[in-house]
């Protein structure tokens, strides 16, 4: 079942801004911390296409959760 799309791109801009400044900072580090941007990186985007794909559902939300939680992960390393 397709979610709602909203009309203001605010999820696009959201999520592929998300997506490129952790691939951005994964640039700049070696290790564990490169795999948890990378990571924050993998889920943003796959949250980006789900959302593409079906709009906001559920998926979305778990994904977009999964690279928040990246993300944390990669800045406290």
């Given at each position: 079942?397709?979610?709602?799309?909203?009309?203001?791109?605010?999820?696009?801009?959201?999520l592929s801004g998300r997506a490129n400044y952790a691939l951005e900072a994964s640039?700049?580090?070696?290790?564990?911390?490169?795999?948890?941007?990378?990571?924050?990186?993998?889920?943003?985007?796959?949250?980006?296409?789900?959302?593409?794909?079906?709009?906001?559902?559920?998926?979305?939300?778990?994904?977009?959760?999964?690279?928040?939680?990246?993300?944390?992960?990669?800045?406290?390393?």
């Amino acid at each position: 079942m397709a979610g709602e799309r909203y009309t203001n791109g605010i999820m696009e801009g959201m999520l592929s801004g998300r997506a490129n400044y952790a691939l951005e900072a994964s640039l700049n580090t070696k290790g564990e911390k490169r795999e948890a941007y990378l990571k924050a990186a993998q889920y943003a985007q796959a949250a980006l296409f789900a959302y593409e794909v079906n709009g906001d559902s559920d998926e979305v939300r778990q994904l977009t959760t999964l690279s928040f939680d990246w993300m944390d992960k990669a800045n406290e390393i």
